[in-house]
């Protein structure tokens, strides 16, 4: 089984930063996408930010610019640099990861969902 363990949110004043880490475990032989996602209350799931094995990036509008999205293969780990924070991008944050192979000898893939960590930012 794979679990994400997901840490670096907190409470952070308008304009600040922090910076969230994924780390993904378990019998993983590769993963595909490595992606950011958030909710806020009353409001849909969002993708913030995916990158791809190779290094492929996407960000939603409202975050070019301001977050760095990076990852680590061979920690399988994944980090969201977020600067120049706004009340508006509280939310909880998720990590996911998709296309995970978890052997060579299966072609096979799997997603799996982190349990969410709360970024605040006040004004």
């Known amino acids: 089984q794979v679990q994400l363990v997901e840490s670096g949110g907190g409470l952070v004043q308008a304009g600040g930063s922090l910076r969230l880490s994924c780390a993904a475990s378990?019998?993983?032989?590769?993963?595909?996408?490595m992606a950011w996602y958030r909710q806020a209350p009353g409001k849909q799931r969002e993708l913030v930010a995916d990158?791809?094995?190779?290094?492929?990036?996407t960000y939603t509008e409202s975050v070019k610019g301001r977050f760095t999205i990076s990852r680590d293969n061979a920690k399988n780990t994944v980090y969201l640099q977020m600067n120049s924070l706004k009340p508006e991008d509280t939310s909880v944050y998720y990590c996911?990861?998709?296309?995970?192979?978890?052997?060579?000898?299966?072609?096979?893939?799997?997603?799996?969902w982190g349990q969410g960590t709360q970024v605040t930012v006040s004004s």
């Open positions: 378990g019998s993983i032989f590769s993963i595909s996408v």
């Open positions: 990158i791809s094995r190779g290094g492929r990036i």
């Open positions: 996911a990861v998709q296309g995970v192979r978890l052997s060579s000898t299966s072609a096979r893939t799997y997603s799996y």
